[in-house]
């Protein structure tokens, strides 16, 4: 059973830091990009941001580059979004998703993505 599981979200201040991890079951991510959304309350599920299948290639939303970075451990079957500086509209839930995304195509679109985590709250508040 094809599945990813996100991890490491919580509660934090302003300015604090978290990293999250997604973990893959069921099927190898060597051949898979992984994208990163959130979705906060009463709004759309946006686009965070996405690493290539060999981790060579990375996209950010402009509102979150320069703070958040994804990283993959291929051998862990893990990806990583390592948050900081986080800001109370950082606060939503945050989901990793899997798909055969071309990097040099759309890559920022849910629909681009065919599997997707159960999600995981980040809250950033004083």
């Known amino acids: 059973q094809v599945q990813l599981v996100e991890s490491g979200g919580g509660s934090v201040q302003p300015g604090g830091s978290l990293r999250l991890s997604c973990t893959a079951s069921g099927f190898s991510l060597d051949y898979y990009s992984i994208g990163w959304f959130r979705q906060a309350p009463g709004k759309e599920r946006e686009f965070v941001a996405v690493a290539s299948w060999d981790g060579g290639t990375k996209y950010y939303a402009n509102s979150v580059k320069g703070r958040f970075t994804i990283s993959r451990d291929n051998a862990e079957h893990t990806v990583y979004l390592q948050m900081s500086s986080l800001k109370s509209e950082d606060t939503a839930v945050y989901y990793c998703?899997?798909?055969?995304?071309?990097?040099?195509?759309?890559?920022?679109?849910?629909?681009?993505?065919?599997?997707w985590g159960q999600g995981t709250q980040v809250t950033v508040s004083s």
């Open positions: 998703a899997a798909g055969p995304v071309l990097m040099s195509g759309s890559y920022n679109a849910a629909t681009d993505y065919p599997s």
